[in-house]
């Protein structure tokens, strides 16, 4: 991998701190959440941001 540029880390490092907290949040409303619909959707939303986390992740690696 060809070495990332300071603005360009520093933008994963914004884009990986985003999903984190996306992933944090949407977790925090399934276990709130009493309506099995939401809180089946609520979860696949929150899966989707941790697939996108680990896959800036793989990329820094």
Not at 33 to 46: N, R, Y
Not at 48 to 59: A, E, S, V
Request: net charge positive; glycine share 0%.
């Amino acid at each position: 991998m060809a070495s990332l540029t300071v603005q360009e880390l520093q933008a994963m490092d914004r884009h990986l701190a985003s999903e984190q907290m996306l992933v944090k949040k949407y977790v925090s409303l399934s276990v709130s959440c009493t309506d099995p619909q939401l809180k089946a959707k609520f979860e696949q939303i929150s899966a989707r941001h941790q697939d996108h986390f680990n896959r800036l992740i793989k990329h820094l690696e």
